[in-house]
C-alpha cells in the first residue's frame, strides 16, 4: 500500500503486506497483476472455503454495490450480489483478522430506512467486533472527484481502542478537475497510457442526460460512474467525453497504471475501485492502529 506517485507527490509505502487478492472478473484480475502483483486469484466468493485462504491480519472487500447504489436497483440483500458481504463474515469467522474494512457507496445507509446496514453491522458485531461506518467525501482528502463512499470499519472485540477516522485536509481547498487533467488537454497518443482512449458518443437526445454532464473545471468532477454504456461525462473544455486516462487521474490512479482492454471494460473498472488517494489514507489510519493495538497485546 502506498509507494506510488500521483501528480508529483509520491506516497510512501506503509507497513502492509498483501498476502492475497481475490476477484470473480477475469480481466480484474488481468489488469491486478499487470500492475500490482501476480498474488491474485479468480475466485466466486459467494461459494468458498475460507480454510484455502491465508490468515491475515487485515481484510478488506468491497463488496458489489450496485445493489445499494441510488441510481442502481436497490434490490439490497435481496440479492446474490447483496448478499456478498457475507463472503467477509465466513472468513472473520475463520481466520479473525485484527481489522477488517468493507467499502461501499453511501447509499446502503438509506437503504429500508438503514436496515440494510444495521444487518451488517450487526452480523459483523455478532461475529466478535467492534463496528463504526466512516462517510467519507472523496475532495475533503485531495481526490478531484465529488464521490462519497462508506467504510465500515470493524476490530476484533480483544483488541483495545478504534482507528481514528482519517482527517479531512483538503475541506477548503478541494482539488479541481482542472488541477487533475488540464496538462492532458493537448495530448491524443498513448504518450501516456489510456490517454487515446475515450467513447465518441454524443449527447442523450433523450432521458435526464446522466453521463452527459460537464464539470466545472474549477471544481471536483462528477464522480466516475462505472458504467458499460458510454455515459462518460464530458471534457470541461474540449468537445469530447474525458478519455480513460483522464477519468482514472480523476480516480487518483498514477500514469504507470495501465488499463488494457476496451473503453467499456477499462471505464468499468476504474468506476469500481477506491480512488488510490482515499485507499490510502484509510490504510494509514489503520496502520497506525494497529501499531499501537500490538504493542498492547
Given at each position: 500500500m502506498g509507494g506510488f506517485r500521483f501528480r508529483r507527490k509520491r506516497l510512501p509505502r506503509l507497513p502492509f503486506k498483501i498476502l492475497s487478492a481475490y476477484d470473480h472478473d477475469l480481466k480484474c484480475v488481468d489488469t491486478y497483476k499487470r500492475n500490482i502483483d501476480q498474488h491474485v486469484s479468480q475466485v466466486d466468493l459467494s461459494d468458498y472455503d475460507p480454510r484455502d485462504m491465508p490468515a491475515a491480519d487485515v481484510l478488506t472487500g468491497g463488496f458489489p454495490c450496485q445493489d445499494f447504489a441510488s441510481c442502481g436497483p436497490r434490490r439490497g440483500l435481496n440479492s446474490d450480489r447483496g448478499r456478498l458481504y457475507r463472503s467477509m463474515i465466513k472468513y472473520m469467522d475463520h481466520h479473525r483478522p485484527s481489522v477488517v474494512v468493507g467499502e461501499n457507496v453511501p447509499g446502503l445507509a438509506s437503504l429500508h430506512q438503514g436496515k440494510v446496514l444495521n444487518t451488517i453491522?450487526?452480523?459483523?458485531?455478532?461475529?466478535?467486533?467492534?463496528?463504526?461506518?466512516?462517510?467519507?467525501?472523496?475532495?475533503?482528502?485531495?481526490?478531484?472527484?465529488?464521490?462519497?463512499?462508506?467504510?465500515?470499519?470493524?476490530?476484533?472485540?480483544?483488541?483495545?481502542?478504534?482507528?481514528?477516522?482519517?482527517?479531512?485536509?483538503?475541506?477548503?481547498?478541494?482539488?479541481?478537475?482542472?488541477?487533475?487533467?488540464?496538462?492532458?488537454?493537448?495530448?491524443?497518443?498513448?504518450?501516456?497510457?489510456?490517454?487515446?482512449?475515450?467513447?465518441?458518443?454524443?449527447?442523450?437526445?433523450?432521458?435526464?442526460?446522466?453521463?452527459?454532464?460537464?464539470?466545472?473545471?474549477?471544481?471536483?468532477?462528477?464522480?466516475?460512474?462505472?458504467?458499460?454504456?458510454?455515459?462518460v461525462q464530458f471534457h470541461y473544455e474540449l468537445n469530447r467525453r474525458l478519455t480513460v486516462r483522464e477519468?482514472?487521474?480523476?480516480?487518483?490512479?498514477?500514469?504507470?497504471?495501465?488499463?488494457?482492454?476496451?473503453?467499456?471494460?477499462?471505464?468499468?473498472?476504474?468506476?469500481?475501485?477506491?480512488?488510490?488517494?482515499?485507499?490510502?489514507?484509510?490504510?494509514?489510519?489503520?496502520?497506525?492502529?494497529?501499531?499501537?493495538?500490538?504493542?498492547?497485546?
Open positions: 453491522v450487526s452480523d459483523m458485531e455478532d461475529c466478535g467486533y467492534k463496528v463504526g461506518v466512516w462517510r467519507l467525501y472523496a475532495p475533503d482528502y485531495g481526490i478531484p472527484q465529488r464521490r462519497t463512499r462508506l467504510f465500515i470499519v470493524g476490530v476484533r472485540d480483544d483488541l483495545e481502542g478504534f482507528p481514528v477516522i482519517p482527517v479531512p485536509r483538503y475541506t477548503q481547498k478541494h482539488r479541481t478537475i482542472k488541477w487533475a487533467i488540464n496538462d492532458l488537454s493537448s495530448i491524443d497518443d498513448e504518450s501516456i497510457p489510456n490517454q487515446s482512449q475515450y467513447f465518441k458518443a454524443s449527447r442523450a437526445k433523450k432521458g435526464n442526460g446522466q453521463g452527459d454532464e460537464t464539470s466545472d473545471p474549477n471544481k471536483p468532477s462528477y464522480t466516475v460512474r462505472a458504467n458499460a454504456k458510454s455515459r477519468c482514472a487521474r480523476l480516480q487518483t490512479f498514477p500514469d504507470e497504471f495501465v488499463f488494457q482492454y476496451s473503453a467499456t471494460t477499462n471505464i468499468m473498472q476504474i468506476g469500481n475501485a477506491v480512488p488510490p488517494l482515499l485507499g490510502y489514507v484509510v490504510a494509514k489510519s489503520l496502520a497506525r492502529f494497529l501499531e499501537t493495538a500490538h504493542e498492547n497485546e
